[in-house]
């Protein structure tokens, strides 16, 4: 079956960078696109970013333009997700998601997610 | 970044019929598809309804979804505490180019 599952949270400080991952199995990952979805404390889900499977594609949140990047391996088959200049509003569980499709269709599976906090 | 609108909770006992809404406007609800995802606290969330009103393999046909205009609904009926969960609405925004969810809307079982 489908499984995704995140690495690489922690405690970062303010200004300074941190790297996710996401270790995809039980599928063809080169055939689909990925997403990334977070969650802050209390809040609701917020998309973040979606790659699609050939790396051509990319689409960001405004909230994370410029400071985040989704890259993924296809022959490791993993999505990561790469921040920078991290903001105490980043704090967050970040969610890995597999796409439908090969391309922004919808997300149609989640990891279980991994806690990111942003705090000095 | 705008998102789209959900009531924060809805309520009914074992067997009822809880409808959740979920609004937005005419760049995203208006002009795509819906889609409804379950989260249990601690738990990866799951699709429960995708393109508006369709069914996912293994998710029971007491969940329904339906849309008009800029707003859309989800269903559950027969209600079961196994459903007391998160529920998210979300539509690709054609304005924003990213995807936008609703608030979420916390169903209890009484």
């Known amino acids: 079956q489908v499984q995704l599952v995140e690495s690489g949270g922690g405690v970062v400080q303010p200004g300074k960078s941190l790297r996710l991952s996401c270790a995809a199995s039980?599928?063809?990952?080169?055939?689909?696109?990925m997403h990334w979805v977070r969650q802050a404390p209390g809040k609701g889900l917020e998309w973040i970013a979606v790659i699609s499977y050939d790396r051509t594609n990319t689409y960001y949140a405004n909230s994370v333009k410029g400071r985040f990047s989704i890259y993924r391996d296809n022959s490791k088959n993993t999505v990561d997700l790469q921040m920078s200049s991290l903001r105490p509003e980043d704090t967050a569980v970040y969610y890995c998601a597999r796409d439908v499709s090969n391309w922004n269709s919808y997300v149609e599976y989640w990891g279980q997610g991994t806690l990111v906090t942003v705090s000095s | 970044q705008s998102g789209l609108t959900q009531p924060p909770s809805a309520s009914g006992t074992p067997g009822q019929r809880v409808t959740i809404a979920c609004s937005g406007g005419?760049?995203?609800?208006?002009?795509?598809?819906v889609y409804w995802y379950q989260h249990l606290p601690g738990a990866a969330p799951k699709l429960v309804i995708y393109r508006n009103n369709q069914w996912p393999s293994g998710v029971p046909d007491r969940f329904s979804g339906s849309k008009s205009g800029t707003s859309a609904s989800l269903a559950i009926s027969g209600l079961r505490s196994e459903d007391e969960a998160d529920y998210y609405c979300?539509?690709?925004?054609?304005?924003?180019?990213?995807?936008?969810f609703g608030g979420g809307t916390k169903v209890t079982v009484l």
């Open positions: 979300a539509a690709w925004d054609d304005s924003l180019s990213a995807w936008v």
């Open positions: 005419n760049s995203n609800i208006g002009s795509n598809f």
């Open positions: 039980g599928f063809a990952f080169g055939n689909y696109a």
